[in-house]
């Protein structure tokens, strides 16, 4: 994603991408909805399966694009008290160097 590998920009900081599950196919995939902007900063906001749904409503977006921008806005203080809190979590791919 990194690297600009998006489904769609869904506009306010907030990207959609399809994550494929083994053994699934295309109807098993999975929709995730980041908050970022494309520096160093993303969140994951939101996951849904397809074939549960095909999207977001225009409702839930606008709710989804505040809530991005808020935690963009964060600096690394709010972060990592947020973290502390249990109210952020990090989340890696395990091969943090």
Known sequence: MERGLIDADLG???VKKRVALP???KR???RTLV???YKDRWFFLSG???NERD???DRELGALQN???SLLALNEKQI???SVDGMLTEITDGDET
Do not use: M, W, Y
């Open 67 to 69: 809530f991005a921008q």
């Open 28 to 30: 098993g995939s999975t």
């Open 48 to 50: 849904f399966e397809k």
């Open 12 to 14: 306010g900081h907030v």
């Open 23 to 25: 053994g699934r196919g």
């Open 55 to 57: 999207s977001i409503d």
């Open 35 to 37: 908050g970022t902007h």
């Open 80 to 82: 990592a008290l947020a």
